[in-house]
């Protein structure tokens, strides 16, 4: 379980993993209705989170959950900025779980 309104926690960076495929299904669009061009988009989207890029969403959910863990036991200088940070993609969040729309540059570019 993870606290609302912080879906950059979440599992191992399994939001942003969903936020990739999202984003490609989207943007790979042919807009065929038959169902068979429909699950081959939605494969090929969730096919777009490779291993590599996977570990990387990893990477970023576990240093917010460092960044949370540091500054609830009294954190440093360091922790203080991330947390400008945190609170700047909180003010964002659109909604529950919609780390796509809080950080677009990042899973686009990765």
């Known amino acids: 379980m993870t606290p609302k309104k912080h879906p950059e926690i979440a599992g191992c960076g399994v939001e942003y993993g969903w936020g990739k495929s999202k ?11 038959r169902a ?5 988009r939605t494969r090929a989207a969730l096919a777009s989170v490779t291993l590599a890029r996977s570990r990387k969403y990893l990477r970023r959910a576990n240093d917010y959950k460092r960044a949370y863990r540091e500054i609830a036991l009294g954190g440093s200088a360091e922790a203080a900025a ?29």
């Open 23 to 33: 984003y490609v299904f989207r943007h790979n669009n042919d807009y065929n209705p």
């Open 36 to 40: 068979e061009a429909f699950e081959a």
């Open 82 to 110: 991330f947390y400008a940070d945190i609170e700047k993609i909180k003010k964002t969040c659109k909604s529950h779980r919609c780390t796509f729309d809080q950080v677009f540059k990042f899973i686009v570019s990765s």
